[in-house]
């Protein structure tokens, strides 16, 4: 199975020289970072969910989840959705950006028609061919749920990294 795409990457500034600074205690930062990343991790991924767009399944929300990533200075957060079509394709990327026209298979359209325009079994896949038709012609929309939701917890994302940050610049104080 392919790997989850990741869509927002929280790189920290000032880390490097932090840690140059306090050179016998990059442990101490490290970890502070580590600390920092993860908490906002668990800040950021029920927004994810909250603003994810509803399709079908819900599978796009559903896989949302935070991952640390790299050690010391390469240390990153990503928020993966991980989200995969029956045929492998991982769907978030189109979803965040809108897709150029193409046709997709009208079958693959049936329980999103049911589900979100409320068509019975008879009818849907005659809708779910139309829907198809109008994606060969336009293409989708780009929805980027996912700048909305970093946006909403910007301020909180920063006052967490601050906090540890201020932790870790007490307790290197005290030694």
Known sequence: MPKAESFIDFQTEGFDELSKRFEGS???VRGALNRA???????LVPEVKKETPRGATNKLANTT?????????D????????AFSEKGFSYGAAVRTGTRPHFPPSNAL????QKKLGIDAVMAPRIA??????????GTVEDPYHERAF???VGDL??????????????LIKE
């Open 151 to 153: 946006e909403s917890k």
């Open 75 to 82: 240390m990153t957060m990503e928020i993966r959705q991980s």
């Open 65 to 73: 989840i935070f991952q640390v990533i790299g050690k010391g200075e």
């Open 158 to 171: 920063h006052a967490i990294y601050d906090e540890e940050m201020e932790k870790l610049a007490e307790r």
């Open 37 to 43: 990343l993860r908490r906002m991790g668990k800040t």
């Open 129 to 138: 061919f139309l829907v198809a038709r109008k994606i060969s012609r336009v």
């Open 26 to 28: 990059r442990e101490f």
């Open 110 to 113: 049936i329980p999103w028609v």
